[in-house]
């Protein structure tokens, strides 16, 4: 069974980093789109960033976290990350990573939930001002 667990959340103070980990199990993440969504509290679920399958290579990211977020994989750990960097408190939520696994590695990544078969239960980020 596939599984995702997320891993690095935390309290962060507003212009500080973190790094994000989604690790896998049961599944190679590297044939595989990966996309990096949150939640905040009262809002809907928001895509922030995806990345295509090693084959493809094309990653995406939200305008609001452009320029801020890379997102990043190492398929020797079968893990995908999320390096934040300039963080604000706009950004504090919940943040799940997920995985498309349909055999569609040619496909570029996109920013749309509905891509996405398998999901984490997410890790929370909370950014102080």
């Known amino acids: 069974q596939v599984q995702l667990e997320e891993s690095g959340g935390g309290l962060v103070q507003a212009g500080g980093s973190m790094r994000l980990s989604c690790a896998a199990s049961?599944?190679?993440?590297?044939?595989?789109?990966i996309g990096w969504f949150r939640q905040a509290p009262g809002k809907e679920r928001e895509a922030v960033s995806c990345?295509?399958?090693?084959?493809?290579?094309?990653?995406y990211y939200a305008d609001s976290v452009k320029g801020r977020f890379t997102i990043s994989r190492d398929n020797a750990k079968n893990t995908v990350y999320l390096q934040m960097n300039s963080l604000k408190p706009e950004d504090t939520a919940v943040y799940y990573c997920?995985?498309?696994?349909?055999?569609?590695?040619?496909?570029?990544?996109?920013?749309?939930?509905?891509?996405?078969?398998?999901w984490g239960q997410g890790t929370q980020v909370t950014v102080s001002s």
């Open positions: 997920a995985v498309r696994d349909r055999g569609t590695s040619w496909l570029k990544c996109r920013l749309k939930s509905f891509d996405y078969d398998y």
């Open positions: 049961a599944l190679a993440l590297d044939y595989n789109n």
């Open positions: 990345i295509s399958s090693s084959s493809e290579g094309a990653t």
